[in-house]
């Protein structure tokens, strides 16, 4: 009897389990584009794509842990990646989502900072991955590129 009871149960956990694998979540907007950007393209000549709206797709590499309000993908080359941001609230990018694929749409900016802001700056992510931050790793002013992120699907 016992037996008979178990292959259900184990056969309705399975199900359960792959059907929550293959669930999208989608954020946001609805996407609009259809053609993908890719983020090599983006890295390679960011000034080209400023205020363009773009759909890129990637892995994702990190998600602000304290307010779900921006995430890192990784780049089609493997090689760098990009960060796409949101306003707080307006969209939470779940944090267990690290190591899924995101496609998203959104635009391009830049933000121009001076060497005092940079270290700001880093020292704020660090601060909220909870990361050292070491201020003389910024030799510099930097621009950062960025996409305002406006929807996004996560596999």
């Known amino acids: 009897m016992k037996m008979k009871l178990i292959f259900p149960i184990l056969f309705l956990s399975s ?14 907007a609805e996407l609009t584009l259809t053609e993908k ?3 090599s393209d983006i890295l390679a000549d960011p000034d080209s ?3 363009q709206t773009v759909l890129v797709e990637g892995e994702i590499l990190n998600v602000c842990p ?10 089609d080359d493997g090689v760098g ?7 707080d609230g307006e969209i939470v990018f779940p944090v267990d989502a690290i190591g899924q694929t995101a ?3 959104g635009t391009v900016y830049k933000i121009d900072l001076t ?3 940079a270290v700001n700056y880093y020292e704020h992510i660090a601060e909220e991955s909870g990361n ?22 996560i596999d």
């Open 115 to 117: 060497q005092e802001e």
């Open 15 to 28: 199900v359960l389990i792959f059907s929550q694998t293959e669930e999208e979540i989608t954020l946001g």
């Open 103 to 105: 496609v998203v749409e």
């Open 81 to 87: 990646m990009i960060k796409v941001k949101v306003k």
């Open 66 to 75: 304290k307010m779900g309000c921006w995430m890192e993908l990784k780049s």
């Open 132 to 153: 050292d931050f070491d201020p003389a790793t910024i030799s510099g002013p930097m621009t950062i590129y960025q996409i305002k992120g406006l929807g996004a699907v």
């Open 37 to 39: 950007t890719q983020i």
């Open 49 to 51: 794509y400023l205020s």
